[in-house]
């Protein structure tokens, strides 16, 4: 039979049943952007006449990684929020207010590139004005779940204490991008992209709009992906405006459940957490992002224990820096052992499923994506354990592969990455976009976008104003 590819490795891992479905000497056959078998090379081999192959000789084949939640748009003014409390108003609005299309859209484009380039094969984007970012997850090959921002609060500075200013006109608005956007790309190129509705949060969007969003959403057969319970702003604004909690608010309005993707969960104590699984909403964590921006690690081991399932997201490269699935992945093992004071929790193996398989199924894509299964779209990296940081290799009496991987993975180890069976890199060199350009052009749009954002910045006097004073930045 005649395919398009075989992928030739000695070390598998398919994430088959519960653990890590680890493989020896076995390949994979894709036809027509799907895996239509997996076994023994030879057996394969005899089976099979490829148009290609891709041979890792010293390599270890995965499951794309699933990056569940990003401001890919953000990328373009990276690292302009750390080491600093109310980080969204001090530190990215001034940024954020002087942002045009093309500064969004090279932020987008550099976003992207930096996550296929670590092993990201399905990317989730949230925010406003997505269509730069459908086009260039298109474009790049990468698949793809939008989150189109809907908010109806203004882009104004808010003080402690002082009530959100909703504009009906602005919800509305945000609104009919979603669905325009939906219309033009949900299920774009065979299902590879796909559009969500992406309330930002619970006090960004009135009652009336929260309810009518997550209606709309599953009479077009959509998920709802929001923020949630997501830090002291959040609950601050909703007990202001409604009396009660984030989790018993959106819960009273009978939002939360199977359809629901939750983002962060910062602030919900254990009973709101364990409503939240209960329900059947998934979770999302961002491990780097919350410990930078806020000190926290938001409760996925509690959500965990109540049946829930969690993916990782690496937010906004504002806040953490980056969007690699290798920082997301140790830093979800580390804080979690830090804060539960045991190296038993969170091991290696779980967070690696996180970031595929359990991360796929969290935002509606496992039966899609994040396993090496015939049937599945074959979206599949190359790690090479030739790298000095996986290195050396054991298999025996015990496998060190997934944890070096890991605690010693740091992105530039993926060689190879193929997304619904197209090349997308080969051996570091991306094939669907030109670095060079991208970088270029990040740079141009950072230069001209921090200087109209210079007096807003100065105005905004926060304490990275003050670190510049100091020279200590």
């Given at each position: 039979?005649?395919?398009?590819?075989?992928?030739?490795?000695?070390?598998?891992?398919?994430?088959?049943?519960?653990?890590?479905?680890?493989?020896?000497?076995?390949?994979?056959?894709?036809?027509?952007?799907?895996i239509?078998?997996?076994?023994?090379?030879?057996?394969?081999?005899?089976?099979?006449?490829?148009?290609?192959?891709?041979?890792?000789?010293?390599?270890?084949?995965?499951?794309?990684?699933?990056?569940?939640?990003?401001?890919?748009?953000?990328?373009?003014?990276r690292?302009?929020?750390?080491?600093?409390?109310?980080?969204?108003?001090?530190?990215?609005a001034?940024?954020?207010?002087?942002?045009?299309?093309?500064?969004?859209?090279?932020?987008?484009?550099?976003?992207m590139?930096?996550?296929?380039?670590s092993?990201t094969?399905?990317?989730?984007?949230?925010?406003?004005?997505?269509?730069?970012?459908?086009?260039?997850?298109?474009?790049?090959?990468?698949?793809?779940?939008?989150?189109?921002?809907?908010?109806?609060?203004?882009?104004g500075?808010?003080?402690?204490?002082?009530?959100?200013?909703?504009?009906?006109?602005?919800?509305?608005?945000?609104?009919?991008?979603?669905?325009?956007?939906?219309?033009?790309?949900?299920?774009?190129?065979?299902?590879r992209?796909?559009?969500?509705?992406?309330?930002q949060?619970?006090?960004?969007?009135?009652?009336?709009?929260m309810?009518?969003?997550?209606?709309?959403?599953?009479?077009?057969?959509?998920?709802?992906?929001?923020?949630?319970?997501?830090?002291?702003r959040?609950?601050?604004?909703?007990q202001?405006r409604?009396?009660?909690?984030?989790?018993?608010?959106?819960?009273?309005?009978?939002?939360?459940?199977?359809?629901?993707?939750?983002?962060?969960?910062?602030?919900?104590?254990?009973?709101?957490?364990?409503?939240?699984?209960?329900?059947?909403?998934?979770?999302?964590?961002?491990?780097?992002?919350?410990?930078?921006?806020?000190?926290?690690?938001?409760?996925?081991?509690?959500?965990?224990?109540?049946?829930?399932?969690?993916?990782?997201?690496?937010?906004?490269s504002?806040?953490?820096?980056?969007?690699?699935?290798?920082?997301?992945?140790?830093?979800?093992?580390?804080?979690?052992?830090?804060?539960y004071?045991?190296?038993?929790?969170?091991?290696?193996?779980?967070?690696?499923?996180?970031?595929?398989?359990?991360?796929?199924r969290a935002?509606?894509l496992?039966?899609?994506?994040?396993?090496?299964?015939?049937?599945?779209?074959?979206?599949?990296?190359?790690?090479?354990?030739?790298?000095?940081?996986?290195?050396?290799?054991?298999?025996?009496?015990?496998?060190?592969?997934?944890?070096?991987?890991?605690?010693?993975?740091?992105?530039?180890?993926?060689?190879?990455?193929?997304?619904?069976?197209?090349?997308?890199?080969?051996?570091?060199?991306?094939?669907?976009?030109?670095?060079?350009?991208?970088?270029?052009?990040?740079?141009?749009?950072?230069?001209?976008?921090?200087?109209?954002?210079?007096?807003?910045?100065?105005?905004?006097?926060?304490?990275?104003?003050?670190?510049?004073?100091?020279?200590?930045?």
């Open positions: 039979m005649k395919v398009d590819l075989l992928v030739h490795a000695p070390h598998m891992y398919t994430m088959a049943g519960e653990g890590l479905g680890y493989r020896c000497g076995e390949s994979v056959a894709v036809d027509r952007g799907k239509v078998a997996a076994g023994p090379r030879e057996a394969l081999e005899g089976a099979y006449t490829a148009e290609r192959t891709v041979e890792g000789h010293h390599h270890v084949l995965l499951p794309g990684f699933v990056d569940c939640h990003m401001h890919t748009r953000h990328a373009v003014y690292g302009v929020a750390q080491d600093i409390t109310n980080w969204m108003w001090g530190g990215v001034p940024f954020e207010a002087a942002g045009t299309p093309a500064a969004r859209l090279a932020g987008s484009r550099l976003a590139a930096e996550a296929l380039m092993g094969t399905t990317v989730g984007d949230d925010g406003p004005d997505l269509i730069g970012s459908a086009e260039t997850a298109a474009a790049f090959g990468l698949r793809a779940n939008l989150s189109p921002r809907i908010r109806e609060v203004d882009m500075s808010y003080g402690p204490g002082e009530l959100y200013r909703f504009f009906p006109g602005l919800g509305q608005e945000s609104l009919d991008a979603c669905l325009n956007l939906f219309d033009r790309f949900h299920n774009y190129d065979n299902g992209i796909r559009v969500l509705f992406g309330p949060g619970a006090d960004f969007v009135s009652r009336e709009l309810v009518r969003v997550c209606r709309m959403a599953k009479e077009v057969g959509t998920r709802v992906h929001m923020h949630f319970s997501q830090g002291s959040e609950d601050e604004q909703i202001l409604h009396h009660m909690r984030p989790v018993a608010y959106l819960d009273s309005l009978g939002v939360i459940d199977e359809n629901l993707i939750a983002v962060h969960l910062s602030s919900a104590t254990e009973e709101e957490v364990a409503l939240t699984a209960r329900r059947g909403a998934s979770m999302i964590f961002c491990p780097s992002s919350i410990g930078v921006i806020d000190g926290e690690v938001p409760p996925a081991k509690i959500f965990l224990n109540h049946g829930g399932l969690v993916g990782l997201g690496s937010d906004q504002p806040g953490n820096n980056n969007h690699n699935m290798f920082n997301e992945m140790k830093l979800a093992a580390v804080l979690n052992k830090c804060k004071g045991t190296p038993l929790v969170f091991p290696a193996w779980k967070v690696l499923r996180m970031a595929t398989i359990e991360g796929a935002i509606g496992g039966d899609v994506t994040g396993s090496i299964e015939p049937g599945k779209a074959a979206d599949l990296i190359l790690i090479d354990l030739r790298q000095p940081s996986l290195s050396p290799v054991i298999t025996s009496p015990m496998r060190n592969i997934a944890a070096n991987l890991v605690y010693a993975g740091r992105g530039h180890e993926v060689d190879t990455v193929i997304a619904a069976g197209k090349l997308l890199m080969e051996h570091r060199r991306p094939l669907t976009f030109d670095l060079d350009e991208v970088l270029d052009s990040v740079q141009q749009e950072a230069e001209s976008l921090a200087e109209r954002a210079t007096p807003r910045f100065q105005e905004t006097n926060s304490i990275i104003a003050e670190y510049m004073r100091n020279d200590q930045l």
